[in-house]
């Protein structure tokens, strides 16, 4: 079974501090995804990356930044978290096979900035 | 960029009692995903169509994909409690492997 983990499942966070989410999947996929969940807003792409050190912006990338310097981890980074910051994030990854490009889900992180 | 609209919103029902949830785009799809959600944790892969009019089941679950590739049905049969969370949809954007999603059905089966 393919198995993704996030490092935290509850995180509480001071406004400007660095945080540091951290997802890993031990399936040797290449692509992995950040997302963040929202009440009304579904899933939202943050970043994702096809490759080890190769990272594309999604959707929503503004206050965050992303580290891929192995296959198996992703890092998102909040440089300086604010209360806005506060939501659900889950880490994903994906392997291209025949077409499919179905992905498998971490736990999720729920963080609060105060 | 790619809408997909889920509906309902939000479902409650009594167990044994059948439901559909829609998920209709503005554009072709390619690629529908149905995925469920337990309330707090992470989202599990139930099924992908591709084909127009395809049609697949997993256990009490059926998910279709109509002929012209715009809207999937996902229907439970005999509902029961373990079937609560969060239903969502996700269907890729022309040639690209990022999904797009669904803002999701809250599901909620009453024993």
């Known amino acids: 079974d393919v198995k993704v983990t996030q490092s935290s499942r509850y995180l509480v966070k001071r406004t400007g501090e660095k945080v540091f989410l951290e997802c890993v999947q031990d399936m040797d996929h290449e692509n992995m995804f950040w997302y963040r969940q929202d009440p009304g807003l579904g899933l939202r792409l943050i970043y994702f990356?096809?490759?080890?050190?190769?990272?594309e912006k999604g959707d929503i990338p503004e206050g965050y930044s992303v580290s891929r310097e192995k296959k198996e981890r992703f890092s998102l980074i909040l440089e300086s978290a604010s209360t806005n910051q506060t939501s659900m994030y889950l880490c994903a990854s994906s392997v291209p096979t025949s077409g499919h490009h179905e992905q498998y889900f971490g736990p999720g992180t729920r963080l609060t900035v105060t | 960029s790619q809408e997909l609209e889920q509906s309902p919103q939000s479902l409650i029902v009594q167990e044994g009692k059948n439901l559909t949830i829609n998920c209709t785009s503005s554009k072709t799809l390619y690629g529908l995903y149905w995925y469920k959600q337990k309330y707090g944790e992470g989202l599990i892969f139930l099924m992908m169509?591709?084909?127009?009019?395809e049609e697949k089941s997993h256990e009490k679950i059926t998910a279709k994909l109509d002929e012209k590739k715009q809207q999937s049905s996902l229907h439970i049969t005999a509902s029961q409690p373990s079937h609560a969370g969060i239903y969502l949809c996700g269907a890729r954007k022309g040639g690209s492997y990022i999904p797009t999603f669904g803002r999701g059905t809250s599901l909620i089966v009453h024993p």
């Open positions: 169509l591709q084909k127009g009019g």
């Open positions: 990356s096809y490759d080890v050190k190769m990272k």
